[in-house]
């Protein structure tokens, strides 16, 4: 009896085994389910940088109608080259977040030119953003002012105006943010700032729409990634020679041109050329393509992930002394 009681175990053993593996399998086929990109609209903001014309091109190619967006279209060499390798669904508009008559504007044109029979809009990307850089004190206030007008408050303003197209598609928000929304990092404090500001707004926003039938993602992208797409060296520097000259006296003593010039060079890995952003442009596809995307998507490197949960479990004194400024 001690013998059937143990084959009747290791029957009921590989039963169990059998029914798992059936339903894991299961769990991740219904993971990966995709949507069909034919009749779905994409708008795309900041199209400047490579990082979302890489997007842009690589949605074109999958099938799905692209709107690309630029702060200035006329006369923009990579907007003329990011149309001329693109398919015909590829439309281009100038799209100004800060403006309000650009945003309603591009509102009207997306609806007119939805592909046929669609309604609603399937995907807003936002990946416009403006880079303040210095610290606080040495930023100018209209530049402050600016990156919050681009980075927190034009991308909400354009959710606004576009979630009756969104609702209309049953589609979803994705969000562009960045490592430095968790990481503390002098010279780039405003960035910071704005950063986590779009986490906290994305996070509210996925709530609100949860009844809504719209999803919301996150992809926060490495800082190479972040500087790779969004600076480059001769907007660097010359946001610094406009900081130093506007600096007083008492400020340029109290600091010395030596350490301002020490802390802008130590951006110079975030300009253009120094990163691979590639597995963000495969986080921001995902979050569009899948049929159930995740929340959040972290494309970092290992170690800007330990990075980040050290600092927002570490006691402060110890990340600081691991982390040095």
Same mark, same amino acid.
């Given at each position: 009896?001690?013998?059937?009681?143990?084959?009747?175990?290791?029957?009921?053993?590989?039963?169990?085994?059998?029914?798992?593996?059936?339903?894991?399998?299961?769990?991740?086929?219904?993971?990966? /389910?995709?949507?069909?990109? @034919?009749?779905?609209?994409?708008?795309?903001? =900041?199209?400047?940088?490579? +990082?979302?014309? #890489? &997007? $842009?091109?690589?949605?074109?190619?999958?099938?799905?109608?692209?709107?690309?967006?630029?702060?200035?279209?006329?006369?923009?060499?990579?907007?003329?080259?990011?149309?001329?390798?693109?398919?015909?669904?590829?439309?281009?508009?100038?799209?100004?977040?800060?403006?309000?008559?650009?945003?309603?504007?591009?509102?009207?044109?997306?609806?007119?030119?939805?592909?046929?029979?669609?309604?609603?809009?399937?995907?807003?990307?936002?990946?416009?953003?403006?880079?303040?850089?210095?610290?606080?004190?040495?930023?100018?206030?209209?530049?402050?002012?600016?990156?919050?007008?681009?980075?927190?408050?034009?991308?909400?303003? /354009?959710?606004?105006?576009? @979630?009756?197209?969104?609702?209309?598609?049953? =589609?979803?928000?994705?969000? +562009?943010?960045? #490592? &430095? $929304?968790?990481?503390?990092?002098?010279?780039?404090?405003?960035?910071?700032?704005?950063?986590?500001?779009?986490?906290?707004?994305?996070?509210?926003?996925?709530?609100?729409?949860?009844?809504?039938?719209?999803?919301?993602?996150?992809?926060?992208?490495?800082?190479?990634?972040?500087?790779?797409?969004?600076?480059?060296?001769?907007?660097?520097?010359?946001?610094?020679?406009?900081?130093?000259?506007?600096?007083?006296?008492?400020?340029?003593?109290?600091?010395?041109?030596?350490?301002?010039?020490?802390?802008?060079?130590?951006?110079?890995?975030?300009?253009?050329?120094?990163?691979?952003?590639?597995?963000?442009?495969?986080?921001?596809?995902?979050?569009?393509?899948?049929?159930?995307?995740?929340?959040?998507?972290?494309?970092?490197?290992?170690?800007?992930?330990?990075?980040?949960?050290?600092?927002?479990?570490?006691?402060?004194?110890?990340?600081?002394?691991?982390?040095?400024?």
């Amino acid at each position: 009896t001690l013998t059937q009681s143990l084959n009747q175990l290791k029957s009921c053993q590989r039963e169990i085994d059998i029914a798992f593996n059936s339903y894991f399998h299961l769990g991740l086929t219904f993971l990966s /389910l995709q949507i069909s990109p @034919l009749g779905k609209a994409v708008l795309i903001t =900041g199209c400047e940088s490579p +990082l979302a014309r #890489a &997007l $842009a091109k690589y949605l074109d190619d999958l099938g799905f109608t692209v709107f690309g967006a630029f702060k200035k279209l006329q006369d923009n060499d990579d907007a003329t080259a990011l149309k001329e390798s693109s398919s015909g669904r590829l439309k281009l508009l100038q799209l100004n977040v800060t403006s309000e008559v650009e945003m309603l504007e591009a509102s009207l044109y997306v609806a007119q030119h939805l592909p046929a029979g669609e309604t609603g809009l399937w995907a807003l990307v936002h990946c416009d953003l403006w880079n303040a850089l210095g610290e606080l004190e040495w930023v100018p206030f209209p530049v402050l002012r600016k990156s919050f007008d681009v980075n927190v408050l034009g991308a909400s303003r /354009l959710t606004q105006i576009m @979630l009756p197209l969104i609702r209309s598609g049953k =589609g979803r928000i994705v969000f +562009l943010s960045s #490592a &430095l $929304a968790h990481l503390p990092s002098p010279v780039r404090g405003v960035l910071c700032a704005t950063q986590a500001a779009i986490e906290g707004l994305a996070v509210c926003l996925r709530k609100e729409l949860a009844n809504r039938q719209v999803g919301v993602s996150i992809v926060c992208a490495s800082e190479l990634t972040a500087g790779d797409a969004w600076l480059n060296d001769e907007d660097m520097r010359e946001q610094a020679k406009t900081m130093w000259s506007l600096l007083s006296d008492e400020q340029k003593n109290t600091y010395g041109e030596d350490y301002f010039e020490q802390a802008i060079r130590s951006l110079e890995p975030f300009c253009y050329g120094d990163g691979d952003f590639q597995a963000t442009v495969r986080s921001l596809s995902d979050a569009i393509v899948r049929t159930f995307p995740v929340f959040r998507y972290t494309p970092l490197t290992f170690k800007e992930k330990f990075q980040i949960i050290a600092a927002e479990y570490m006691p402060t004194l110890l990340y600081e002394i691991f982390y040095k400024a």
